[in-house]
């Protein structure tokens, strides 16, 4: 398992583990950022990571995205 954060741009990854407090979990899990679920990164822009889940394309921290194991 790694972070997202060290996750290849354009690879599609299975989401192993969603980390950190309960309210940075559901906060995450609301995003789509669900175990077993897949994300793919597309970019990285100044620390923050941007992912396409869920058919949706979203941005998250550097802090968050560390939280999110793939």
Same mark, same amino acid.
């Given at each position: 398992? %790694? =972070?997202?954060? @060290? &996750?290849s =741009? /354009?690879?599609? #990854?299975? %989401?192993? !583990?969603?980390? +950190?407090?309960? #309210?940075t979990?559901?906060?995450?899990?609301?995003? /789509?950022?669900? &175990? +077993? /679920?897949?994300?793919?990164?597309i970019?990285?822009?100044? /620390?923050?990571?941007?992912?396409?889940? !869920?058919?949706?394309?979203? &941005?998250?921290? !550097?802090? @968050? &995205?560390? !939280?999110?194991?793939?």
């Amino acid at each position: 398992m %790694i =972070p997202l954060t @060290m &996750a290849s =741009p /354009g690879e599609e #990854n299975i %989401i192993r !583990k969603v980390g +950190g407090s309960p #309210n940075t979990r559901k906060f995450l899990e609301n995003l /789509g950022f669900v &175990a +077993g /679920g897949s994300v793919t990164v597309i970019s990285e822009i100044s /620390g923050n990571v941007i992912v396409n889940v !869920k058919d949706s394309r979203v &941005a998250v921290s !550097k802090e @968050m &995205a560390c !939280k999110i194991m793939v």
